[in-house]
């Protein structure tokens, strides 16, 4: 069993590492997040009311499968990932019937939760680098997140950089954050409530 989850692991990074060379301004970072930052994001769910959970850019599904293991068992997970080879990858290698993998983009969360009859989301998790995005489209996700939330709703974001701050700022009131330095690269968290 460990055998098997060092495999995965290591086709997990090679995966990652592999797509980082190719698309460098989608990824941020060469490998996938670490167990301190992936623990840091799931302390703040509470999971007894969390019945759906949306993740942007779940690269190879480290964070996805942790929130997998902790989602009720009624709960929906909905990720979006616009590339091929993860969306690829995470549909063979997470057989859950509680997670959804979109193809596509995370602006476009609004409508694909009422396509699916999820009226609203608990929590948004969200990695992608917006400090690579045009400003606009930044601004349209930030928004359409906070229309997707339900009333005491999450949107956690981990981030190397501040940029995201801005467009947070411009669509929450309450922003609180984070530093977790045992990252490559260190992540700063903004925990925004709807």
């Known amino acids: 069993m460990a055998k098997t989850a060092a495999s995965r692991r290591r086709q997990q990074v090679l995966l990652f590492a592999r797509n980082f060379f190719k698309h460098p301004r989608m990824l941020g970072s060469i490998i996938p997040s670490s ?6 994001l799931m302390r703040q769910v509470d999971w007894r009311r969390a019945r759906v959970v949306v993740e942007y850019g779940p690269g190879v599904g480290n964070i996805t499968a942790e929130v997998l ?18 969306v690829e990858f995470l549909r063979a290698s997470i057989p859950d019937k509680r997670l959804t993998v979109v193809h596509g983009s995370a602006a476009d969360v609004g409508q694909v939760l009422a396509d699916m009859g999820l009226e609203k989301a608990d929590y948004v998790i969200s990695g992608i680098p917006f400090s690579t995005m045009p400003e606009q489209v930044s601004a349209d996700i930030v928004r359409a997140t906070r229309h997707s939330l339900r009333p005491g709703g999450r949107f956690l974001v981990y981030q190397f950089s501040r940029e995201v701050a801005r467009f947070l700022k411009a669509e929450f009131r309450e922003i609180r954050e984070a ?8 992540a700063r968290l903004y925990y925004c409530s709807a």
């Open 35 to 40: 167990r301190f930052l992936v623990s840091d």
């Open 69 to 86: 293991k902790r989602l009720r068992s009624d709960g929906h997970m909905v990720v979006f990932e616009t590339n091929d080879d993860f």
């Open 179 to 186: 530093f977790e330095p045992l990252n490559i690269l260190p």
